[in-house]
């Protein structure tokens, strides 16, 4: 028989209709205001920073209104180091000896969306009003900075790839590069000649029994000192193969959430003796909704997932062991997602999150959930062409620091002084 399944337009399906003041609106009215967040290098926080950044995340995102869906994503991709030209004869033997090595670079972007169809323009001007004070208390933190996104960051120009054609090439870079064909099938997906592979944090069950703020790096930490990086890192910076790690917080109605909870727990109650599993559900979910009332905290769906890639099928089972031990460094049960992989990646399309799955979700609290956050990126070069040359402790290529400068402390977070 002749297959006459048939290929669709991309530009027909694109979920985002306009970018309007900088701002994204998708085709269901929702607006989405997005970030470049810079992060702290890795290594150079003390648990109370990690502490700290953790409560400068909650604190901003309490100020959001309700229905807001949180989507964080940080993008990770492999380069190979490339040496300067017209350096000293020491310097040159220094860069021919790093010269081939990858780096890890991480493309940190926060986009907040209104998950409200549609929006008038009133309640737009209170969502970017909110969104404002959220930005000003990050930035104020002293460890992160927030950089709003403009419309060429987005959909980019004539010389440079934005956003858009980034993360639908799976590229991680703004070089520009023709759309390749999006492929799902029974195997998985496949974007040109990269095959993916999802993992998800979908159920409240596959967490750890704890999630804190940082973790300790066994790696560089002794018996007498601890040497720190974020609870999440296992799935960020330290997971050595191209990837994407979304992050999603859809902020609930407090009173809404509790009350569904309540009219849950009757209908347990009341169909205890069909199954004693009820009865134990009944429990957890009044547990919940005592937590709720009593520490005053933010009930939120969350939802976490890595989107990895190779090029050819023995390359994609490795990364999909690599992929699965980082998630078992943070507790988490493994969980190789091979039926949703195609609407998660749609739904992760910036901007679209209103349109992500509400069973792929799960009911915590907002300070757990910031706990998945990432929080460190790669260690930067100094903008001086002058300096000293180290080697960084994650990918050992070569970083440049000038020693004559007054390098910021983290909390100043790379601004000069």
């Known amino acids: 028989m002749r297959n006459i399944s048939k290929g669709k337009d991309l530009c027909r399906l694109f979920p985002i209709y306009a970018i309007e003041n900088n701002c994204i609106i998708n085709r269901m009215g929702e607006v989405t205001a997005g970030f470049r967040v810079t992060l702290p290098e890795a290594f150079t926080l003390s648990a109370d920073g990690y502490s700290a950044i953790h409560g400068a995340w909650v604190k901003a995102l309490r100020v959001l209104p309700d229905y807001t869906v949180i989507h964080r994503q940080d993008i990770y991709t492999r380069e190979r180091y490339e040496s300067r030209e017209g350096v000293s004869y020491l310097s040159s033997c220094y860069e021919k000896h790093f010269g081939g090595r990858s780096r890890m670079q991480s493309i940190d972007s926060i986009l907040m969306t209104g998950n409200l169809v549609p929006p008038s323009l009133t309640s737009c001007d209170r969502f970017l009003d909110a969104v404002g004070q959220a930005e000003k208390i990050i930035n104020d933190s002293g460890f992160i900075r927030l950089d709003r996104y403009t419309a060429d960051d987005l959909t980019g120009t004539k010389d440079k790839a934005g956003l858009y054609e980034s993360y639908m090439n799976l590229s991680g870079n703004d070089r520009k590069k023709p ?14 000649d990269k095959r993916m592979c999802m993992h998800t944090l979908s159920f409240a ?9 940082d973790m300790r790096y066994e790696k560089y930490s002794t018996e007498n000192s601890d040497c720190l990086l974020s609870f999440a890192s296992p799935l960020g910076l330290l997971l050595e193969t191209d990837h994407t790690y979304n992050q999603y917080l859809f902020i609930e109605n407090r009173d809404d959430t509790v009350r569904a909870l309540e009219s849950l727990s009757g209908k347990m109650y009341s169909l205890q003796q069909l199954s004693s599993n009820n009865l134990v559900n009944r429990e957890f979910i009044d547990h919940y909704i005592e937590t709720v009332r009593l520490n005053n905290l933010t009930p939120v769906r969350c939802h976490f997932n890595v989107m990895a890639w190779a090029e050819t099928d023995e390359e994609l089972r490795r990364v999909r062991n690599l992929v699965g031990s980082a998630m078992t460094q943070t507790g988490c049960l493994v969980r190789h997602n091979t039926v949703d992989c195609p609407v998660l990646f749609w739904s992760s399309i910036p901007g679209n999150g209103g349109d992500f799955p509400r069973e ?58």
């Open 179 to 192: 759309l390749e064909d999006i492929v799902f099938d029974g195997g998985g997906m496949r974007i040109g």
């Open 360 to 417: 792929e979700t799960f009911l915590s609290f907002l300070e757990t959930g910031v706990c998945f956050f990432t929080g460190e990126t790669n260690y930067l070069d100094s903008p001086s062409d002058a300096g000293l040359k180290f080697s960084d402790r994650i990918s050992g290529k070569p970083v440049l620091v000038d020693m004559r400068r007054r390098h910021p402390s983290p909390i100043c977070n790379h601004t000069d002084m």
């Open 205 to 213: 069950g596959d967490l750890p029994e704890e999630a804190g703020t």
